[in-house]
């Protein structure tokens, strides 16, 4: 009786059952694709970042509009908007902005919202939405109920070296993790790093191979009783 073979199958038999499959054809497409792919990558990702790393400094003077609230905390500062009820926009600069690629243009206006402080901390809220930066850059964000609220996001303060931002959400144990696209991955992400960088496979992978075709910077971390929907406006490389 044949036997299967548990070994991963070599270039030769690939590249046969890629023929086979998409012709003469399509295997130079796809091996064209491959190429130039490679050399834009070495292109664009040669460069690392270096240098130090620069953390939010003393909070500076809050300049609030109805819709937008800037928060300068020293070399960094952070821009709140409320773009939907239930839905806030946070982003850090310096630095250059990535390509907003993901949302349709025009974008609707941001809504406006309450700003105050309270505790040493920036609170915005809009209905059910809470959302407290603290002097250290830290982002708490809240679904508010009556007079109470519950936290669903922990966010520390971000970090940054050259042009690479660092940003790291806390999780409590009972939180599990969906999303990021395709993944050769279970259900629940945690405990994982995955990359976000679209790569090609060569037609087969295994439970180990990361990232995969499709990578979509959007997670989703349920809880019970709370849940919470990030996503990432990035089209650079990043890992989550």
Not at 15 to 41: F, M, S
Not at 72 to 84: K, W
Not at 128 to 157: F, I, N, Q, T, W
Request: glycine content about 12%.
């Amino acid at each position: 009786m044949a036997q299967e073979s548990d070994r991963e199958p070599g270039l030769v038999a690939l590249a046969r059952q890629g023929i086979h499959l998409v012709g003469w054809k399509g295997t130079l497409q796809t091996a064209t694709y491959g190429l130039r792919k490679a050399r834009l990558d070495k292109r664009y990702l040669r460069n690392r970042p270096t240098g130090p790393e620069v953390r939010p400094g003393p909070r500076g003077e809050v300049v609030g509009t109805d819709d937008i609230a800037r928060i300068p905390l020293g070399e960094m500062e952070l821009e709140a908007a409320f773009v939907d009820e239930g839905l806030c926009r946070i982003t850090w600069t310096p630095g250059r902005l990535p390509v907003p690629a993901a949302v349709d243009e025009p974008r609707p206006p941001p809504k406006s919202f309450d700003l105050e402080e309270v505790d040493g901390r920036v609170v915005m809220t809009m209905r059910m939405l809470r959302v407290a930066v603290g002097g250290d850059g830290s982002v708490e964000v809240s679904c508010v109920k009556g007079s109470d609220h519950v936290v669903v996001r922990r966010e520390r303060p971000p970090v940054r070296v050259g042009e690479r931002w660092t940003a790291t959400v806390d999780l409590e144990p009972e939180d599990q993790v969906h999303g990021l696209g395709e993944r050769a991955a279970p259900f629940n992400l945690r405990p994982g790093t995955y990359g976000l960088w679209n790569t090609e496979q060569s037609g087969s992978y295994g439970p180990e191979a990361d990232p995969l075709y499709i990578t979509i910077p959007v997670h989703l971390v349920v809880a019970p009783g709370r849940a919470h929907l990030g996503f990432w406006e990035n089209t650079h490389r990043g890992e989550v």
